[in-house]
C-alpha cells in the first residue's frame, strides 16, 4: 500500500438516532457497497460508564449522559482520526455487561453510530458527514421491539416498559441532537401500509451540503419522488422525499443521477448497487428488500464520498494503476473539505 494511503486523514460519518431507529439497518449497507478493507465502524454502545445492572440501582436508562463515558469516547475517537490504533471497550447487549476490550483501527470511512454522537461538542466536531435517523414513533418503537426480542433476549413486556420508562430521557437528550444534523431521514408508513418494504422516506438536507442535481428527472410522469425547500434553524434546506411504491422507471433514474454525481474513480462500485442495498431483516430475522431504503443508503454513500474528495477506495492495482498514482499527487497537493 502507498504511505499516501496509509497517511490520508479517514472520513468520519456519524449516524445518529433513538434506540431502534435503524441505525445497524442502515450502516450495514455500507458493509455491502464498500470494501471491507475500506470501512471501520464503531457503536457509541461499548461507550455505557455502567451496566445494565449498575443502571438499574442508580435510577438511570442507559440514555442519560451519567451513564456514558464521554471522555473515554472522546479520547478515542480522536486517536481513531489521527490514525491510531484503540483498544476499545465492548458492551454486550444480550447479557447486560462488558465484554474483553477490543482492538480497532481508522480505515478510509469511519462510521460511528450511535445515541450520542452530537451531544459534547467536542465529540460533534469529529464528524465530517452527521446523519440522524428519526422514523415515526409507531415505527421506532416496532422496530426496537422486534429487535430486542429476536436478537437481545428481552420479553416484548420488558421492552415496552423500558420505552415508557425512557420516554423523558428521548424528550431531554435524544431528540434535540437532531439539529446538529446535516441530514436527516425519516422513514414512516404511508397511509393503509403494513409493509416495512414499502415505507415512504423524507429525507432533509441542510444547506452544509452540496444540493443534488435533479433537473429532468422530476416531471409529471415522476411517480414517487419529490423535492421541496424549506427552513429549518432559521437555514434553507432541501426535502428529498420518496414514496415506498416508488416506480422502477422513476428509482433507477434517481440511481442514475446520484452516480452521475460521484466522481469517476467511484464508478467501480456500481456493479454492486442497489441489489446489496435495501437489505433488512424483521422480527422473524427473516431478509427483505426496500428499494427507499436501498436509495436513501446510496445517496448517503454518495455524501460520504462527497465529504472529501480525496477519498481512496481500494481498487485493483493492474486496472487502475496510474488513476492512483494521480490521485495521489492531487492529496499531496491539497484536499477538499466539500464537494
Not at 179 to 195: K, T, W
Not at 212 to 240: F, H, Q
Amino acid at each position: 500500500m502507498h504511505p499516501a494511503v496509509n497517511a490520508r486523514r479517514p472520513i468520519f460519518v456519524a449516524i445518529g438516532g433513538d434506540s431502534g431507529s435503524g441505525k445497524s439497518t442502515l450502516t450495514a449497507g455500507f458493509y455491502r457497497i464498500f470494501p471491507k478493507t475500506r470501512i471501520t465502524s464503531l457503536c457509541l454502545d461499548d461507550y455505557h460508564s455502567l451496566d445494565r445492572r449498575e443502571r438499574g440501582l442508580v435510577g438511570i436508562t442507559g440514555l442519560n449522559p451519567r451513564a456514558t463515558d464521554f471522555a473515554l469516547m472522546e479520547n478515542q475517537l480522536l486517536a481513531l482520526k489521527q490514525g491510531r490504533t484503540i483498544s476499545k471497550p465492548v458492551y454486550d447487549h444480550r447479557k447486560g455487561t462488558f465484554g474483553p476490550k477490543e482492538e480497532l483501527r481508522a480505515r478510509d470511512v469511519v462510521i460511528v453510530q450511535g445515541l450520542h454522537p452530537f451531544l459534547v461538542s467536542g465529540i460533534r466536531g469529529l464528524f465530517d458527514l452527521k446523519v440522524w435517523l428519526d422514523p415515526e414513533e409507531d415505527l421506532k418503537h416496532r422496530w426496537k421491539v422486534q429487535r430486542d426480542v429476536a436478537k437481545r433476549g428481552y420479553t416484548e413486556e420488558a421492552v415496552r416498559k423500558e420505552i415508557e420508562a425512557r420516554r423523558p430521557d428521548v424528550a431531554k437528550y435524544i431528540a434535540p441532537q437532531m439539529h446538529d444534523a446535516d441530514l436527516i431521514v425519516r422513514f414512516y408508513q404511508p397511509e393503509g401500509g403494513e409493509d416495512d418494504a414499502h415505507l415512504n422516506v423524507r429525507i432533509v438536507q441542510r444547506a452544509t451540503l452540496p444540493r443534488l442535481n435533479l433537473d429532468g428527472l422530476l416531471n409529471e410522469t415522476a411517480n414517487g419522488l419529490r423535492v421541496s425547500m424549506t427552513k429549518e434553524n432559521g437555514t434553507s434546506a432541501e426535502i428529498l422525499e420518496i414514496d415506498g411504491e416508488i416506480d422502477s422507471e422513476t428509482a433507477a433514474g434517481l440511481e442514475d443521477r446520484i452516480w452521475a454525481h460521484m466522481d469517476g474513480r467511484h464508478q467501480h462500485m456500481r456493479h454492486l448497487a442497489p441489489d446489496q442495498l435495501g437489505a433488512f431483516t424483521d422480527g422473524f430475522l427473516r431478509s427483505h428488500h426496500s428499494d427507499p431504503l436501498a436509495l436513501t443508503q446510496l445517496l448517503l454513500v454518495h455524501r460520504i464520498l462527497s465529504a472529501r474528495k480525496s477519498l481512496l477506495l481500494k481498487v485493483p492495482l493492474s486496472l487502475h494503476e496510474s488513476l492512483i498514482h494521480r490521485e495521489e499527487v492531487a492529496e499531496l497537493a491539497h484536499e477538499h473539505e466539500h464537494v
